[in-house]
């Protein structure tokens, strides 16, 4: 009897046990399609937001746009949408104008490649001056003040050709085709059609303001429709412009080196390897040539693109949308009491950091200083930790010049750019 009440028990906790085992993968299964149709149904939240947030949903509205819009949805994007991306292509839509020869060799002329710390430094600069006339309005003094001031450090190289009026509508082209083309090809969705027109309506009010000519451009007398007409030519005319000029040349690979470095810098010296194949991965075969660079072996090259696959699927049908608190900002929002601003996020040498306690002792200084990195305030001055002023970036020997020109600019740009759409 006691055998049998024992066999019974053992039958009855073990039917419980997979009773339960199943509920549990049945809950379970039941919890994740659950949470993948709740990321699923909110994944395209914020696109939807701006379509009614902003009236521009046909061709016709969109000749309307204001560059203030524009630059609002383009914010939306590089902040909270596609942050990494984003960023990653206005890095590399810079990296790419070293492949035009009198790009580069001026850029060696002018010795901003002559050692590590200044090609560090121009890289803070030249970002500093691009993303402060991105991350603020467009009649802000922020904005109108970086773009009177690369209007100032570009004015005398463009009054005695060392820059090429062609290759400043080049460099233009790329930071407005740029983050289109790596969205399509390594995000969880491209751009919309509003959203390319804020880009293209952004860009072209932008080489207004610093007086690029688009005569070049088959629609730049008679005028451009709207953003995306004026996209259309620009990448047209930036793709002959590369198949005729973007030819391999010492120079470049000069500077491609050092840019390289700047790029794989917070990598352990046994990864770096592995970022310059990552980096000669992002490159197509043209850009290739002209660095004098070699492809990725091919193990690599599917590696990275698996990698970037795998990211999208995670992205689109995973992950949920960014939350605002999580945005990318790149700079203090308003100067400190002696006018001056600083950089919250950087990947190179520290310059213009503040040193404050997170930003000396938090997790990133640690990875930092495992790498034998200097951090915010290490060695005096040298990396500006005091921050900058917008009107002094650039390099060291304009640094205190120009500021009464800058002023006037600013004064000019104040009256000129309004918050308008660049169309007529």
Known sequence: ?????????????????????????????????????????????????????????????????????????????????????????????????????????????????????????????????????????????????????????????????????????????????????????????????????????????LGDALDISYEKLPSGKTGFRDGIHWLEEISEWSYYYEVRHMKPHPRNKEIADKTIDVLVYNLPGFMRPLGVYFVSFLMDERLRDAMMMKPPPAFFSLLFASAFKIRQLALRYVALPRPNFLRLDVFTEEPNQHGRNFVLFYEGAPFYVQPTIWNRWGPVAWFKWSLGQPLPGDEGDKYYPQGYRTADLGPKYFEGKGRKEVEAITASLRQQRMGQCPFP
Do not use: C
Not at 78 to 88: A, D, G, S, T, Y
Not at 113 to 138: H, N, Q, V, W
């Open 1 to 205: 009897m006691a055998a049998v009440m024992s066999s019974f028990t053992s039958t009855m906790l073990n039917t419980l046990l997979n009773t339960s085992l199943q509920e549990g993968i049945l809950y379970g299964l039941l919890g994740i399609a659950a949470y993948l149709f709740l990321a699923s149904s909110l994944r395209f939240r914020r696109r939807e937001g701006l379509y009614q947030k902003y009236p521009y949903t046909t061709r016709a509205s969109m000749a309307t746009m204001s560059h203030h819009d524009a630059w609002a949805i383009q914010k939306t994007i590089l902040q909270m949408e596609f942050p990494f991306i984003v960023l990653k292509s206005l890095q590399f839509a810079l990296f790419r104008t070293y492949g035009i020869p009198t790009i580069s060799t001026l850029l060696l002329q002018t010795s901003q490649f002559s050692s590590s710390t200044t090609s560090f430094k121009r890289y803070a600069d030249t970002g500093a001056l691009i993303g402060e006339f991105m991350a603020f309005d467009p009649h802000s003094t922020r904005a109108q003040t970086a773009i009177a001031r690369t209007k100032f450090l570009h004015k005398g190289y463009r009054a005695s050709g060392k820059i090429l009026e062609d290759d400043m509508l080049y460099t233009l082209s790329l930071f407005a085709t740029e983050p289109i083309r790596f969205a399509s090809l390594y995000e969880w969705r491209e751009m919309t059609e509003m959203e390319r027109a804020a880009v293209g309506t952004y860009w072209k009010s």
